[in-house]
């Protein structure tokens, strides 16, 4: 076989000891080239082309010698061969409420990376406009079941939605939208909401148009517009406040309850930020049925609540020493808390309080916990009388090389408090007391 120079390939960085890889000759450092005739471009070629019963292997050893390898299988057994990241499309649209934008300076390169690919959409659940996306890319994600994929909707209205992104080519996201589900793609969708720019009727129409695509859209999340204090130059936007988050609540109940009753399933969620910001209840679990919107900060509430009353049936009624706990929160999570250290300031011998830390990092507009520096941790612990033996870190601060949004590592947070004790979230928590 003549393998064209023109054929996509993927490097090989791990091969399982004894896997079927591993046996057809496969190593660290090769090239993988084809299976059964199809090229491999990233791990999800990989994961849909060796699912195959025979696979019929090409693949390039570290001295450039293109070698074959046939292999007889059962279904659903993998290779067990790692490869290399490919390179993820960037996103070329320049919207108008792009956080990235408005991130300081020198922090890590990672955090500037704006990614528009919807291999990381079904991998990771990471939102992307389908702005860039071409026809090739459709029919892959068709062909190759990629579902769920997480969508930026904002407007369904062209020239509304053309306006926001920012970006020349106008997109029809609907007929796009209307392509996926067709083909049997489900779709979760969300909308960060602009005070005076995509609310009041254009909201209204987005909301009616993603309805009709149910239950291939099989839910709509509306997100509050982010706003640091590093705004220069860029479109001028309104922050949320306690007035527009409860009327906005107010007037999407009704049909939200509409929806549950025809549907079975609220589908529309709105973010916990505005239920924080509007000083409401945050809904009952039923509510957030499967909670598909979770890491878009919906219903992060619930299940943070739901986690601990699950908890709770483990904790002492005292403890052999006291210990005195301090959880750190930025201002929207203190209603959060307030039950939780409630909680345990029944158990004697423990005595739990919250640390409101200013976020310095963004300025007082971003409120989330998730969102805190350690550096500005530090710095209100060290303002503070600290005579607690046990901190407690939201879970959602750290990333998974476990350092928080400055670069500070978790490691070095706690070398710095020493001889408190440091955990991550209520499982740590618990385990620790």
């Not at 020198?106 to 990471?126: C, I, P, V, W």
């Not at 389908?130 to 994600?141: A, E, F, M, Q």
């Not at 939200?256 to 809904?283: V, W």
Request: positive net charge; hydrophobic residues 40%.
């Amino acid at each position: 076989m003549k393998i064209s120079p023109l054929l996509c390939f993927m490097r090989i960085i791990a091969v399982k000891n004894k896997g079927l890889g591993h046996r057809a000759g496969l190593r660290p450092g090769f090239d993988l080239l084809s299976i059964n005739g199809r090229s491999i471009s990233d791990s999800i070629d990989l994961r849909f082309h060796e699912s195959d019963e025979r696979l019929d292997l090409y693949y390039k050893d570290r001295s450039g010698k293109i070698n074959r390898s046939l292999i007889e299988k059962d279904y659903d057994d993998p290779l067990g061969v790692v490869l290399e990241e490919p390179k993820f499309h960037s996103c070329g649209n320049k919207c108008i409420f792009c956080f990235v934008d408005q991130m300081p300076r020198g922090m890590r390169q990672a955090l500037y990376f704006k990614d528009e690919d919807y291999r990381l959409s079904f991998l990771h659940g990471n939102y992307i406009t389908l702005s860039n996306i071409s026809r090739s890319d459709l029919d892959r994600i068709k062909q190759q079941r990629l579902s769920p994929l997480y969508i930026s909707v904002h407007a369904t209205g062209v020239g509304l939605r053309q306006r926001m992104l920012g970006g020349r080519r106008v997109d029809e996201i609907l007929r796009i939208m209307k392509d996926l589900v067709a083909g049997g793609i489900e779709l979760h969708t969300q909308i960060v909401l602009c005070p005076g720019i995509n609310d009041g009727r254009h909201l209204k129409k987005s909301l009616s148009d993603l309805v009709k695509l149910y239950p291939g859209v099989k839910s709509i999340a509306v997100v509050p517009v982010g706003l640091t204090k590093h705004r220069q130059k860029l479109f001028p936007l309104s922050a949320i406040n306690k007035e527009y988050s409860r009327h906005l609540i107010g007037e999407y109940r009704g049909w939200q309850k509409q929806l549950r009753h025809k549907f079975k399933k609220t589908i529309l969620y709105f973010a916990d930020e505005f239920y924080l910001n509007a000083g409401l209840d945050i809904p009952i679990s039923m509510w957030y049925d499967d909670f598909p919107q979770l890491d878009n900060g919906v219903g992060m509430v619930r299940e943070f609540w739901n986690r601990f009353a699950e908890l709770t049936d483990i904790l002492p009624a005292r403890l052999a020493c006291s210990k005195k706990v301090l959880f750190i929160t930025g201002t929207s999570g203190l209603k959060v808390l307030r039950p939780v250290v409630a909680r345990l300031n029944r158990v004697k011998g423990l005595k739990g309080e919250v640390l409101l830390v200013k976020n310095t990092l963004f300025g007082d507009t971003v409120t989330v916990s998730g969102l805190l520096s350690g550096r500005d941790i530090l710095s209100s612990l060290k303002a503070g009388k600290n005579d607690h033996n046990l901190i407690v870190l939201p879970e959602n601060l750290l990333n998974h090389e476990g350092k928080f949004i400055d670069d500070l590592s978790l490691g070095e947070f706690k070398r710095r408090l020493r001889p408190a004790k440091v955990v991550v979230g209520l499982e740590g928590l618990i385990k620790t007391i």
